[in-house]
């Protein structure tokens, strides 16, 4: 049965949009280190990224953007961002398997899995793949808006970033529904 596994990252990022990524492996490809993305080392989740894509029979990048995270939510946007990857894949997959607790609406059969990105190899690759993407985005990013740091923490609420938010105020990847974005721009009415 042809199997893709789903997730997504930057759901908790105070910035810039939230990257979905689909991947049907070739089962008689093994692909050594593969992990939940989050445990690797970002040279190691690079190299991981192109063998993946390389490799795989089917591989599908998506993304919601801040103005939809900002419009319909973050959990609504990611499952739309999850949605959007699944639907690029170039071969339909019977199932789907989802990290998380919830699925996003799509016509097939899926199951959401939690913690599904620590041992399904399928939802490791869509993890590594979207996060080498999303990375890539924010640092491209932090060319177009210094200061806050966005190559550093990637939009994630350090220390840094909520000092330079403080400093600067938000910019145009900033997501306003955000609480310490919506605090700021309350406190500027």
């Known amino acids: 049965m042809i199997e893709a596994g789903v997730d997504e990252v930057g759901r908790g990022s105070l910035a810039g949009p939230v990257v979905s990524a ?35 029979i089917a591989w599908s990048l998506a993304s919601a953007s801040i103005e939809e995270i900002d419009s319909i ?31 996003p609406n799509i016509s097939m059969e899926c199951e ?7 041992f399904i190899e399928s939802i490791m690759a869509a993890s590594i793949i979207a996060k080498v993407s999303r990375d ?12 806050y740091g966005f190559k550093e923490h990637k939009g994630y609420p350090t220390k840094f970033h909520l000092d330079a938010l403080e400093s600067l105020g938000p910019c145009k990847i900033h997501r306003l529904s955000f609480g310490p974005v919506k605090k700021l721009i309350s406190l500027d009415s």
């Open 136 to 147: 890539e985005s924010m640092k491209d990013l932090d060319l177009l808006y210094p200061g």
């Open 112 to 118: 959401a899995i939690i913690k599904g990105d620590s």
């Open 22 to 56: 689909a991947v049907i492996l070739d089962n008689s490809i093994k692909i050594e280190g593969l992990n939940d993305s989050k445990k690797l080392t970002e040279k190691k989740r690079q190299k991981l990224s192109k063998k993946i894509k390389e490799s795989a």
């Open 73 to 103: 939510n973050i959990l609504q946007a990611s499952l739309l961002s999850m949605k959007r990857a699944i639907e690029g894949l170039e071969i339909v997959p019977k199932k789907v398997l989802c990290d998380g607790n919830l699925k």
